[in-house]
């Protein structure tokens, strides 16, 4: 089983619904991060959490929210999706100790 | 403002050839440097990461340098292989506030040809 999972690995939704990325993971990591990665851009920070308790905005937040259920659980959400969302979607988590970054292997999502 | 400049934009190189990709970040506070490669409709997968005080890091047939007085980077592969196409992601980590932020280029799209 992969370290970080992310689901679902595609998805096509419609504008205005509303819907939930959801991320897991076995690395027993405390940090977790939701990224977006556009074409020709570098992957930008939507929110990170550095444990159960911490929820942090990151460069790019407006328009989602986040939940993190448990450590090992890390989930996304689009409250009123559109189209400008379509993108592809990693989360990740990171090593205190090394700083070491694992990344899901994405999830492609299209608003239509 | 925290920038990272990758280049090329894309290389297409034969099998068993050499290339160098650039990097140039004006990331500050710099804590490290880190490489990643990215296949495509895949998570990016770190190759190294370089403190501000090393020079050079190698992994296998990857080997990354780092100048943090001119902030910049490069990652050279030896005798490229097919599995070597992918998108290769230089990534600063800017030591800033109470968790650093990983400052993300666009990446060199490689390409390896037989």
């Known amino acids: 089983d992969a370290d970080v999972t992310q689901t679902p690995r595609n998805r096509i939704t419609k504008t205005g619904k509303r819907i939930m990325l959801e991320c897991s993971q076995t690395k027993g990591h405390d940090r977790m991060y939701w990224y977006r990665q556009d074409p020709g851009l570098g992957l930008r920070l939507i929110y990170y959490?550095?444990?159960?308790?911490?929820?942090n905005k990151g460069e790019i937040s407006d328009g989602y929210s986040v939940s993190r259920q448990a450590q090992a659980k890390f989930s996304l959400s689009l409250e009123s999706a559109i189209p400008n969302q379509t993108a592809l979607y990693f989360c990740?988590?990171?090593?205190?100790?090394?700083?070491?970054?694992?990344f899901g292997s994405g999830t492609r999502l299209t608003v239509v | 403002k925290n920038q990272v400049e990758q280049s090329p934009q894309s290389l297409i190189i034969l099998e068993g050839k050499n290339c160098t990709l650039q990097?140039?970040?004006?990331?500050?506070?710099?804590?490290?440097l880190r490489w990643y490669k990215q296949d495509t409709g895949r998570g990016p997968v770190s190759l190294t990461i370089?403190?501000?005080?090393?020079n050079t890091k190698s992994n296998g047939r990857y080997t990354a340098t780092l100048d943090a007085d001119t902030k910049q980077s490069s990652l050279h592969i030896t005798a490229s292989q097919l599995s070597d196409s992918a998108s290769y992601i230089c990534?600063?980590?800017?030591?800033?506030?109470?968790?650093?932020?990983?400052?993300f280029g666009k990446g060199t799209k490689l390409s390896v040809k037989p």
């Open positions: 990534v600063p980590l800017n030591y800033g506030g109470s968790q650093g932020n990983l400052i």
């Open positions: 370089m403190t501000f005080s090393e």
């Open positions: 990740a988590t990171s090593d205190l100790r090394t700083g070491g970054y694992t």
């Open positions: 959490s550095f444990d159960v308790k911490d929820i």
């Open positions: 990097c140039n970040y004006t990331v500050s506070p710099f804590s490290n």
